[in-house]
């Protein structure tokens, strides 16, 4: 007849087998979230950080249930496999202590590509700006007209008198515009770049904490290295 604690003990098989599952889905998603491995792009590195951190809970879910119950009911090859993932354990959470310092590296880079990308935009606006201006200064009066036209259509309104003063104002409107197109780019960045920012912190805490509580699941499984017995 089943004892008392043998009957008790039972239960935890259906729950390590829903361990083993958990595991087998966090190797489907890493094998996706690694391919296709792109190791050059800045963008793509910072996004596998994310989604590893993310994705996260679903293996330490698994190991803590597979570990249950210790040394009992298991059979040879699950006694090799349960050290093996004892081991694994200790390899996950040194591999998200390094997460950090990779992910700061790949922020640091797309931050650098951002800034530069605003920079050519910003160059290239004062560029269009210098040569629009250049253009109103020579043209004649009826282009003159012609472009006061344009501006009262997109709802600036150029009420200048006489040749200067369209000209004059049509001056103040296009600097005017490239100033606002400035201000744009850059709350644009800094938006994009607080964004990039936040998701770091995030991810660098969660990839902290990841790597201490598989440490901290290896350090506890020290039973399963030291050779398993039958009991709890």
Same mark, same amino acid.
């Given at each position: 007849?089943?004892?008392?604690?043998?009957?008790?003990?039972?239960?935890?098989?259906?729950?390590?087998?829903?361990?083993?599952?958990?595991?087998?889905?966090?190797?489907?998603?890493?094998?996706?979230?690694?391919?296709?491995?792109?190791?050059?792009?800045?963008?793509?590195?910072?996004?596998?950080?994310?989604?590893?951190?993310?994705?996260?809970?679903?293996?330490?879910?698994?190991?803590?249930?597979?570990?249950?119950?210790?040394?009992?009911?298991?059979?040879?090859?699950?006694?090799?496999?349960?050290?093996?993932? %004892?081991?694994?354990?200790?390899?996950?959470?040194?591999?998200?202590?390094?997460?950090?310092?990779?992910?700061?590296?790949?922020? %640091?880079?797309?931050?650098?590509?951002?800034? %530069?990308?605003?920079?050519?935009?910003?160059?290239?606006?004062?560029?269009?700006?210098?040569?629009?201006?250049?253009?109103?200064?020579?043209?004649?009066?009826?282009?003159?007209?012609?472009?006061?036209? &344009?501006?009262?259509?997109?709802?600036?309104?150029?009420?200048?008198?006489?040749?200067?003063?369209?000209?004059?104002?049509?001056?103040?409107?296009?600097?005017?515009?490239?100033?606002?197109?400035?201000?744009?780019?850059? &709350?644009?960045?800094?938006?994009?770049?607080?964004?990039?920012?936040?998701?770091?912190?995030?991810?660098?805490?969660?990839?902290?904490?990841?790597?201490?509580?598989?440490?901290?699941?290896?350090?506890?499984?020290?039973?399963?290295?030291?050779?398993?017995?039958?009991? &709890?």
């Amino acid at each position: 007849m089943m004892g008392s604690d043998d009957a008790r003990w039972q239960s935890v098989f259906p729950v390590r087998a829903v361990g083993y599952g958990l595991l087998v889905l966090a190797i489907f998603d890493i094998v996706n979230i690694f391919y296709p491995a792109d190791f050059t792009n800045a963008q793509w590195e910072f996004g596998v950080f994310g989604e590893l951190v993310e994705r996260v809970p679903v293996p330490l879910i698994g190991l803590a249930l597979v570990f249950l119950g210790r040394a009992y009911g298991r059979s040879i090859w699950e006694k090799r496999l349960v050290l093996l993932l %004892s081991w694994m354990s200790l390899v996950f959470g040194l591999g998200f202590f390094i997460l950090a310092p990779l992910g700061w590296n790949a922020f %640091s880079r797309i931050e650098n590509q951002v800034n %530069s990308a605003a920079e050519q935009q910003t160059q290239q606006l004062a560029n269009q700006v210098n040569r629009f201006s250049q253009q109103v200064e020579q043209a004649p009066l009826p282009g003159l007209e012609q472009l006061a036209s &344009r501006f009262n259509q997109q709802g600036r309104t150029i009420v200048g008198n006489g040749e200067e003063g369209i000209r004059k104002q049509l001056l103040a409107e296009i600097d005017s515009a490239g100033r606002q197109a400035n201000r744009q780019t850059k &709350r644009g960045v800094q938006a994009q770049i607080l964004n990039l920012r936040k998701n770091f912190i995030k991810w660098a805490a969660g990839a902290f904490v990841s790597g201490i509580l598989f440490v901290y699941i290896f350090a506890t499984t020290g039973w399963s290295r030291r050779g398993l017995k039958r009991g &709890r």
